[in-house]
Antibody, heavy 119, light 110 residues
């Protein structure tokens, strides 16, 4: 069974940093590209970042470019999102999602971790 | 990248059919067959309902179907059931090798 479990969320002050993790199991993690998607309270989904299976390709939404860094450790079956210079508008539930190997869509999602940026 | 445009809400009675539209541009929906749809119940993670415009993952009811014409994709739910009440989001791969989601549609079963 495919499982994605996010952790690392919490309350952080504006300008602060936080590192999210996503532990993957039930599939060969090193063979799949991964994404982070977020959802502000009461709002819609927003794609945040993508990383290919080998980390050779990485993309970011304009809203987080230069502040967030996506990475992965295939030996630990883990995906990460380092978030720096956090702003109020970064407050959201952050989901990690697996990209299907044959096309461009997210076939499995984690349960999400809440990040709250507030003073 | 601007969000894809969806109606804020759509409603229908049990047994009826409803259609949710998703309008993008020639850089996303109009360019690729890579449109997907997600269902999200309150407090839950999204779940995949349709991929590659019109394909259903295993386990998804055949009451859900997808299509696309030009820059607009559509999700149709036929034989509406109470458990279909949820938020629905479309998503498309883009020419920038990124993803863009729709604004979301709240489906209400009357």
């Amino acid at each position: 069974e495919v499982q994605l479990v996010e952790s690392g969320g919490g309350l952080v002050q504006p300008g602060g940093s936080l590192r999210l993790s996503c532990a993957a199991s039930g599939f060969t993690f090193s063979s799949y590209s991964m994404n982070w998607v977020r959802q502000a309270p009461g709002k819609g989904l927003e794609w945040v970042s993508y990383i290919s299976s080998s980390s050779s390709m990485i993309y970011y939404a304009d809203s987080v470019k230069g502040r967030f860094t996506i990475s992965r450790d295939n030996a630990k079956n883990s995906l990460y999102l380092q978030m720096n210079s956090l702003r109020d508008e970064d407050t959201a539930v952050y989901y990690c999602a697996r990209e299907n190997g044959g096309s461009y869509y997210e076939d499995y999602w984690g349960q999400g971790t809440l990040v709250t940026v507030s003073s | 990248q601007s969000a894809l445009t969806q109606p804020a809400s759509v409603s229908g009675s049990p047994g009826q059919s409803i259609t949710i539209s998703c309008t993008g541009t020639t850089s996303d929906v109009g360019l690729y067959k890579y449109v997907s749809w997600y269902q999200q119940h309150p407090g839950k993670a999204p779940t995949l309902m349709i991929y590659d415009v019109s394909n259903r993952p295993s386990g998804v009811s055949n009451r859900f179907s997808g299509s696309k014409s030009g820059n607009t994709a559509s999700l149709t739910i036929s034989g509406l059931q109470t458990e279909d009440e949820a938020d629905y989001y479309c998503s498309s791969y883009t020419s920038s090798s990124t993803y863009v989601f729709g604004t979301g549609t709240k489906v209400t079963v009357l």
